[in-house]
């Protein structure tokens, strides 16, 4: 079993930053993959970074590449989302996710979730 926890939402004006965390608890061992998603209002949840427990191996969508980035500290069970350049597209609520088995884009492949955090970009 993993607990997932994130923080560091918010409300920011356009073209600023934040960063998000996700604390990783219970038997993070069994983690193959750690992933970012996003949900707005009346849309369907969509990827956003994803990157191995171990290794080196990162995924982004084109929405975010080269503004957003994922990173980890094993040592503290931490998973990061640095954002920015954000933009009011982004606003939506993140979700943090692990991955038992695979590396991937689809929420459908992850197997436990955070309960999210708000993303606020005013224009």
Known sequence: QVQLRESGGGLVQAGGSLRLSCAASGRTFSVYAMGWFRQAPGKEREFVAAMRWTGVSTYYADSVKGRFTISRDNTKNMVYLQMN???PEDTAVYYCAASLRILSTRSSEYDYWG??????VSS
């Open 115 to 120: 309960q999210g955090t708000q993303v606020t």
């Open 85 to 87: 350049s954000l933009k």
